[in-house]
């Protein structure tokens, strides 16, 4: 009964096949494969976006950080969450691919920016002198930390304010399917047309090995992703085996079936804790990972039964056993009703 993370699920067989078939032969190196071009290709169609600049790595903190090192200056201020995994879990990365960026924290009530909030951390128009950080990208994480959506009104909005003040809008989507299941939307819907500038398109989280897309709708903005993806050592001479991962995801919607999957696992999940009074659920859960909280001896009798999650803020084999703790629990694709019934069936 795996609920700590997505990261640790395996990866589906049709990703292992693709890269067992991508192993066969010679291919050429660095990205200039046949099948880079393939991947390419059907990223600008399901974004609807044929111009569209499409590059491949391996990590999450790789294509957030580089595709930030392309929007910011190293005077900006990039304005994200204050829950934003690019500020608590990418090691300073997105400021040191962008020379010295800022990361200016807003608060994030469910893990959502609201545009005033953004506004007042941006401040005025021309309030920021040559003394402080300038206003750089708004990035959005989708789905969020916390588990929640932004909606898609609630994007254009935040699109419609970067506009106004001539700044980008960045989305990390880490869980980027799940939201798209979430919100039955299209890609386009949820990123361009909603006023995103660039997208880091996940696979790892949702069955892949390890691939995440750079999309950058402005091509413009991509002008220099290939030399700092070299530079920052995250060129693949082998990326025939990240093409062969990203082309097998997204073949066939893939990459929908396995988060709607995860995010179906989640629904049940909650459904069982609501029906407990020991649990109490701290955010809405809106795709496929539920933050709860629980008595100690609750958490040492799941974790004794087989399950494994994230306690956030204490031992949980240790202490006062009525002392409530939090815990985050993250559904996986391959995680199934079974799996989620024996772990509801812990709780008594």
């Excluded at 304010?161 to 960045?170: I, N």
């Excluded at 701290?282 to 399950?307: K, S």
């Excluded at 703790?325 to 024996?342: H, I, K, M, Y």
Aim: charged letters at 20%.
């Amino acid at each position: 009964m795996q609920f700590a993370s997505d990261n640790a699920g395996p990866a589906h067989p049709a990703i292992l096949d693709a890269v067992a078939r991508a192993n066969d032969g010679y291919q050429r190196a660095y990205g200039s494969e046949s099948a880079m071009e393939r991947v390419r290709d059907r990223i600008r169609e399901i974004f609807e976006a044929p111009s569209a600049e499409v590059h491949l790595v391996a990590t999450g903190t790789a294509a957030n950080s580089l595709i930030l090192g392309c929007m910011a200056r190293p005077w900006d201020a990039i304005f994200c969450s204050e829950h934003a995994h690019i500020e608590h879990d990418e090691g300073n990365a997105p400021e040191f691919y962008t020379g010295g960026a800022k990361l200016s924290l807003v608060p994030a009530p469910n893990g959502r920016m609201s545009n005033a909030d953004l506004e007042r951390a941006i401040g005025a128009p021309g309030a920021r002198s040559f003394h402080n950080a300038q206003p750089g990208p708004i990035s959005i994480t989708q789905v969020t930390e916390t588990g929640s959506v932004y909606a898609l009104d609630h994007i254009r909005a935040i699109g419609g304010l970067a506009r106004a003040r001539g700044q980008r809008v960045h989305m990390d989507g880490a869980r980027f399917a799940n939201a798209v299941a979430a919100l039955s939307c299209t890609p386009a819907e949820m990123t361009w047309k909603a006023g995103v500038d660039a997208l880091s398109f996940g696979g790892t989280k949702n069955g892949c090995l390890g691939v995440e897309a750079a999309v950058f709708f402005d091509p413009a903005l991509a002008q220099d992703f290939a030399l700092r993806r070299k530079r920052g050592g995250h060129l693949f001479s082998k990326h025939r085996f990240l093409s062969a991962q990203m082309e097998a995801y997204l073949a066939d919607d893939l990459w929908r079936d396995l988060a709607a999957r995860a995010n179906a696992a989640c629904a049940q999940l909650v459904a069982g804790l609501e029906r407990h009074a020991e649990v109490e659920i701290v955010w809405p859960t809106e795709a496929n990972l539920v933050f709860v909280t629980l008595p100690r001896a609750t958490c040492r009798r799941l974790i004794e039964g087989g399950a494994d999650f994230y306690v956030m803020d204490g031992d949980p084999m240790q202490g006062d056993p009525k002392a409530r703790l939090t815990a985050r629990l993250v559904c996986d694709w391959s995680l199934g009703e079974a799996r989620v019934a024996q772990f509801l069936s812990l709780l008594g």
